[in-house]
T-cell receptor, first 112, second 118 residues
Framework: DAKTTQPTSMDCAEGRAANLPCNHS???????VYWYRQIHSQGPQYIIH???NNETNEMASLIITEDRKSSTLILPHATLRDTAVYYC?????????????FGQGTTLQVKP | GAGVSQSPSNKVTEKGKDVELRCDPI?????LYWYRQSLGQGLEFLIY????????KSGLPSDRFSAERTGGSVSTLTIQRTQQEDSAVYLC????????????????FGDGTRLSIL
């Protein structure tokens, strides 16, 4: 599975959009981009995933560049409860290789 | 609906003892995964069950670790002769089966079992 590169930490003002970047320059055509987050003392929470097209759900938007070598997770109106470690993961997730490889992620601090 | 449930939420045991950790996946999910997270570290894959296929055990750190999944539902992770380095949060996840090329069902995690070896 392709490796990802994320900034170690980011700050965001409450109510503003949080834009979390991720580089995955070695991504293959059959690999998806997944975003999870982990709030202290909880298990990782699935946020969103995509293959080629931009995606949006009730939590966030995922913007994938045309060459698929990078992506951005957008939290449109960050709240204090969005403070967490955000993981960008690239994975094929076929029927026989289901493991996710987590990096160190980006620690997002939402400030009042 | 109910999410992934893990028990116990906390477990403290003495070095050398055996421990069993339980995972109840989301109903209907055919895939089940175990990971562990040591203090200040990222998540480390341990083992993966998919339906009736042979499990992917490639992440198990030693032969003291084993897991089984009975009836395609509940899973138990067993650690024999525990060592202090086994102290970690053990996380379970489950997912549905994606169709077609690539499979794209996300994994949903429980809140883990915090294991402390004295």
């Amino acid at each position: 599975d392709a490796k990802t590169t994320q900034p170690t930490s980011m700050d965001c003002a409450e109510g503003r959009a949080a834009n979390l970047p991720c580089n995955h320059s070695t991504i293959s055509g059959n690999e998806y981009v997944y975003w999870y987050r982990q709030i202290h003392s909880q298990g990782p929470q699935y946020i969103i995933h995509g293959l080629k097209n931009n995606e949006t759900n009730e939590m966030a938007s995922l913007i994938i560049t045309e060459d698929r070598k990078s992506s951005t997770l957008i939290l449109p109106h960050a709240t204090l409860r969005d403070t967490a470690v955000y993981y960008c993961i690239v994975s094929r997730v076929t029927s026989n290789t289901g493991k996710l490889i987590f990096g160190q992620g980006t620690t997002l601090q939402v400030k009042p | 609906g109910a999410g992934v449930s893990q028990s116990p939420s906390n477990k403290v045991t003495e070095k050398g003892k055996d421990v069993e950790l339980r995972c109840d996946p989301i109903s209907g999910h055919t895939a089940l995964y175990w990971y562990r997270q040591s203090l200040g570290q990222g998540l480390e894959f341990l083992i993966y069950f998919q339906g009736n296929s042979a499990p992917d055990k490639s992440g198990l750190p030693s032969d003291r670790f084993s897991a089984e999944r009975t009836g395609g539902s509940v899973s138990t992770l067993t650690i024999q002769r525990t060592q202090q380095e086994d102290s970690a949060v053990y996380l379970c996840a489950s997912s549905g089966t994606g169709g077609g090329y690539g499979g794209n069902q996300p994994q949903h995690f429980g809140d883990g079992t915090r294991l402390s070896i004295l």
